[in-house]
């Protein structure tokens, strides 16, 4: 699959995390996104997702479908906000 995991923060809610660095915040994902890579550029998302979204606020996922063989798309600590959209898109590819 080359379809990159791409995260929809939800903008209203910055808590800070004692996983995250001093100065960093982590925000909630509201949305679980695939986006296909950027052309010439494998590690890079697409500047749309599957299902039109723009990517450019987003935050690419550290973690990558094809690292695991036989998961979902996405990581499944998130699967109850996976676009729909996306997911059928994957479904049908």
Same mark, same amino acid.
């Given at each position: 699959? !080359?379809?990159? $995991?791409?995260?929809?923060?939800? &903008? @209203?809610? +910055?808590?800070? !995390? @004692?996983?995250? /660095?001093?100065?960093?915040?982590?925000?909630? =994902? &509201?949305? $679980?996104?695939?986006? %296909? +890579?950027? /052309? #010439?550029?494998?590690?890079?998302? #697409? %500047?749309?997702?599957?299902? #039109?979204?723009?990517?450019?606020?987003?935050?690419?996922? &550290?973690?990558?479908?094809?690292?695991? /063989? #036989?998961? %979902?798309?996405? /990581?499944?600590?998130?699967?109850? =906000? =996976?676009?729909?959209?996306?997911? +059928? =898109?994957?479904?049908?590819?």
């Amino acid at each position: 699959m !080359s379809e990159i $995991v791409v995260y929809e923060l939800d &903008r @209203s809610v +910055a808590t800070r !995390s @004692s996983a995250q /660095p001093s100065g960093r915040a982590e925000r909630h =994902v &509201r949305r $679980v996104h695939a986006a %296909p +890579a950027a /052309p #010439g550029m494998p590690a890079e998302a #697409g %500047p749309r997702t599957l299902c #039109g979204k723009d990517t450019f606020a987003m935050e690419t996922a &550290r973690w990558t479908p094809s690292g695991h /063989p #036989g998961a %979902p798309w996405y /990581p499944t600590e998130h699967a109850s =906000v =996976v676009c729909p959209d996306c997911d +059928a =898109v994957i479904e049908i590819g």
